[in-house]
């Protein structure tokens, strides 16, 4: 079945730099790539998505790229604030199959 | 504003204890979820329901069990609570169709077992 590794497990960055989170995924029929973001307190929140047929995705200071010939996809955050801090998942499926594979989790602090 | 409602935020249950997990969502979602979130190991499924009674068995089923008896509710159920199910647990849910894997998840209902 289909496995997703993510990393780093953490990453500390001062506000105003940018943060890149990765993820490897092993099954090659899979075809859409979320992250979601979790803040303290709260449930996970999709922040953006891609699927096979494109090779980046931006919306405004953040981005994701997929290379599905490495079989990875990243996710990319620009001139990073504060409230940018938080546990993001990145996952994996096939299609519109229900079934989501989540990565381990990269908690994200911001420093002032 | 759309919403996945947890009916508890936080549990604390005794082994042995059959313990009720409540969900409800707002937004006439055809799919909701049952994960588990522990550190290091992300978000695993446990139960899956694609409509009004009918269910399926996620990746982590052991141990519990679930119930969908209106399309707005989905409760998880622990028949014998055990330590090793102190977790989080977060509810979700999905359209049907194309939009099965776009998740909407509830804040989430932390269970200690002592």
């Known amino acids: 079945g289909e496995n997703v590794e993510q990393h780093p497990s953490t990453l500390s960055v001062q506000e105003g730099d940018s943060a890149v989170i990765k993820c490897t995924y092993s099954d090659s029929a899979s075809n859409y790539f979320p992250w979601y973001k979790q803040e303290l307190g709260k449930g996970p929140q999709l922040i953006i998505d891609?699927?096979?047929?494109?090779g980046e995705k931006k919306d405004q200071r953040i981005a994701v790229t997929l290379n599905k010939t490495a079989k990875h996809f990243s996710l990319h955050i620009t001139e990073t604030q504060p409230e940018d801090s938080a546990v993001y998942f990145c996952?994996?499926?096939?299609?519109?199959?229900?079934?989501?594979?989540f990565g381990s989790g990269t908690r994200l602090l911001v420093r002032p | 504003d759309v919403k996945v409602t947890q009916s508890s935020r936080y549990l604390v249950k005794r082994t042995g204890e059959k313990v009720f997990l409540e969900c409800v969502q707002d937004?006439?979602?055809?799919?909701m979820f049952w994960y588990r979130q522990d550190p290091g190991l992300g978000l695993r499924l446990i139960y899956f329901s694609y409509d009004v009674k009918m269910k399926e068995k996620g990746d982590i089923p052991e141990g519990y069990s679930v119930s969908r008896e209106k399309k707005e509710r989905f409760s998880l159920i622990l028949e014998s609570a055990s330590t090793n199910q102190t977790s989080m647990y977060l509810c979700a849910s999905s359209f049907g169709g194309t939009g099965a894997n776009v998740l909407t998840f509830g804040a989430g209902s932390r269970l200690t077992v002592l």
């Open positions: 937004m006439d979602h055809e799919n």
């Open positions: 996952a994996a499926s096939l299609g519109s199959s229900y079934k989501l594979i």
């Open positions: 891609i699927r096979s047929n494109v």
